[in-house]
């Protein structure tokens, strides 16, 4: 902190071959594909039958689906057999009676005649139905017939391996559609057997949550004395969860920075140059091609940012997420436009496809922004992105919280603030910044726990909370009471406390998203100043954490927010029974347990129920504050 003094349409399949002798005779055949297909039944008085055999009138030909027989005398047959007047049936012949038709004449069932201009496959052979119980063409297709469909290229929904690309066959089968890219920096592989990338890393095997394989770390707006290298450097430290070494690759746009090894269960902190752009000066909103890091590995691991890493005056860190849980919609959480200082309020949007078009809508606080990269000086604005580019939307005035950013492709959303005072008034300033969390991720419930005093384990720090809606006419409710306002009227619109230390939950009827502020040290709650944590929602807690706190602060400290009776272990013990503080009725309690330096800087958790975890780190004016880690399952509104 800073001390301040005043799809294309399928074309039509031409018919290659009629079919003469239903032509020429008009005769009622099966709709058959000589497959097992139904049974069913139909008597042939004249013509020609398929076989080349001939039946006498009075004579009916008997067949069962799967079966091929002939026989002398009276018989009785599934539909699909033909005969011609006055002949006889030859014992032990094989032909259309006594071969299998398509279920009577449609391969259902029922041996109901299939209706005019269904298609079905005989073979490699599609055949239109003519609605009489015969067909009325076909055509040898040259790759694959497809029921009801007819030729196609490939089967719909069918998937290959091209190299490393998977291709998937389109709705209508006409061509192969790229929808993947195996990547060999993730350690993918594209399984031709499978039609899917496969590998530690795979989408399949990653799942949703904090942890992943691909990552954007991107900086952003610092007070501009605290962002120049050395002695203040933006770096990421990245936990290997895996029980293999992880191979990383950082890369920005075709240029290859940083590649290293981290072991399993152990991490490591890597230095990134600032990217000017983005984190000198105080504006305007700009557009940075190439902005952001990419940061890919071979194994699942989970990745911090630190802007800058140094304990010093002004700082912030953020959990990432992984380009494999970012979403197209999200709800900005930032704080207002310093004027006393003119130090902005911002949010990042980063893209990880080439094309993305961000549309931005600014809340009701939300338009007054620094126009440029496509930004409106009303906040309004729709962008497009390539892979890595990055937007960054400055304040002019007001607060950007509550604004809505949405895309055609998943993006990445940073919220934050240059350096400010929480309340502002309160010495002195810190820079504050967090990955949002989408809104296919947020839910309706929420706990609400303060960071401890960092001089007085038995005590709290104060701490500012918003909600925000997400949909107008959220109605809230708190225990214990909180004497906060029931309801929220509109989308974007937000509830904020006065400094307060009880812990609470909070229910709405509709989604949420909840941020909790760290007050200055100057508002007498201990050394610290203000830091920002996006609250996870209680949906979204997980059973087992590894996480990383840096240890080059003063004191760092995980709170545990846990359902009453739960075992829980950090670092492998037991977390004390007099730790423990429960919130309101609940039947939840919290705890604040200290992390030992002494180590690498990775820590576990762990719960025999799913457990909300958050981690910070404090000094004399200074604090970092973030989710230790959390699912980020899609939660129906």
Request: some cysteine; glycine content about 12%; overall charge negative.
């Amino acid at each position: 902190m800073i001390v301040m003094f005043p799809i294309l349409a399928r074309p039509s399949r031409p018919h290659t071959r009629p079919l003469s002798l239903f032509a020429s005779f008009a005769l009622l055949g099966g709709c058959g594909d000589d497959g097992a297909r139904g049974t069913g039944s139909d008597t042939a008085t004249g013509g020609t039958s398929l076989s080349g055999t001939t039946a006498s009138t009075s004579a009916t030909d008997t067949a069962t689906a799967g079966t091929t027989a002939g026989t002398v005398g009276p018989a009785s047959g599934t539909a699909g057999s033909t005969g011609t007047s006055g002949g006889s049936s030859t014992s032990g012949s094989t032909g259309t009676s006594g071969s299998t038709g398509t279920s009577g004449s449609t391969g259902a069932t029922t041996g109901q005649v299939c209706p005019q201009g269904e298609i079905v496959c005989e073979g490699n052979t599609a055949k239109e139905c003519d609605g009489m119980g015969g067909f009325s063409q076909e055509t040898p297709c040259a790759e694959v017939c497809v029921e009801g469909l007819g030729c196609a290229t490939c089967v719909p929904g069918e998937a290959q391996c091209n190299g490393d690309t998977v291709e998937v066959c389109d709705p209508n089968g006409d061509m192969f559609v790229p929808t993947e890219t195996c990547d060999p920096i993730q350690g993918q592989t594209c399984d031709a057997q499978l039609g899917t990338c496969t590998g530690a890393c795979s989408p399949a095997s990653i799942g949703l949550s904090y942890i992943g394989c691909d990552y954007y770390p991107t900086v952003t707006q610092q007070y501009d004395l605290y962002n120049t290298s050395p002695p203040d450097d933006f770096a990421v430290a990245v936990a290997n969860t895996s029980g293999n070494t992880a191979t990383v690759t950082v890369t920005r746009g075709a240029n290859t920075v940083d590649t290293f090894d981290v072991m399993p269960g152990d991490v490591a902190v890597r230095v990134l140059p600032w990217v000017n752009p983005l984190t000198k000066g105080t504006g305007p909103s700009v557009l940075v091609a190439d902005g952001a890091y990419r940061l890919r590995s071979t194994q699942p691991v989970t990745v911090y940012q630190y802007n800058p890493l140094g304990a010093t005056v002004t700082n912030d860190a953020s959990l990432l997420l992984p380009v494999n849980a970012w979403q197209s919609d999200y709800v900005v959480a930032s704080w207002p436009h310093w004027f006393a200082y003119s130090l902005p309020g911002f949010y990042a949007v980063v893209a990880s496809e080439d094309g993305t078009t961000v549309t931005l809508t600014p809340s009701a606080t939300g338009g007054q922004v620094q126009a440029g990269g496509g930004v409106a000086a009303n906040g309004t604005g729709q962008v497009t992105l390539d892979q890595g580019d990055v937007l960054q939307v400055i304040t002019a005035g007001g607060d950007l919280t509550g604004t809505r950013v949405t895309s055609d492709k998943p993006v990445q959303v940073i919220g934050g603030h240059d350096c400010t005072q929480v309340p502002i008034g309160t010495p002195a300033c810190d820079h504050l910044e967090e990955a949002i969390f989408p809104v296919d991720a947020l839910a309706k419930e929420y706990f609400v726990a303060p960071p401890v005093h960092p001089s007085n384990p038995n005590a709290e720090k104060g701490q500012i909370v918003r909600i925000i809606a997400t949909e107008p006419n959220t109605s809230l409710t708190y225990d214990p009471p909180q004497g906060l306002p029931g309801s929220i009227a509109a989308a974007g619109d937000f509830i904020e406390s006065s400094i307060g230390t009880t812990p609470f939950q909070v229910t709405a009827d509709k989604k949420i998203l909840v941020v909790q502020y760290m007050v200055g040290q100057n508002a007498n709650y201990g050394l610290s100043d203000p830091a920002m944590l996006i609250a996870v929602p209680a949906e979204q807690f997980r059973q087992d954490y590894l996480f990383h706190a840096a240890t080059n602060w003063v004191a760092n400290v995980v709170d545990v927010i846990a359902p009453d009776g739960a075992n829980v272990t950090v670092d492998g013990n037991p977390v004390p029974a007099m730790s423990w503080t429960g919130i309101g009725a609940t039947g939840w309690s919290w705890a604040h347990v200290p992390l030992s330096n002494a180590g690498t800087g990775n820590h576990t958790v762990s719960s025999d129920q799913p457990v909300g975890i958050s981690v910070y780190g404090v000094q004399s004016y200074g604090s970092y504050w973030y989710p230790g880690g959390l699912d980020l399952s899609i939660i129906p509104q």
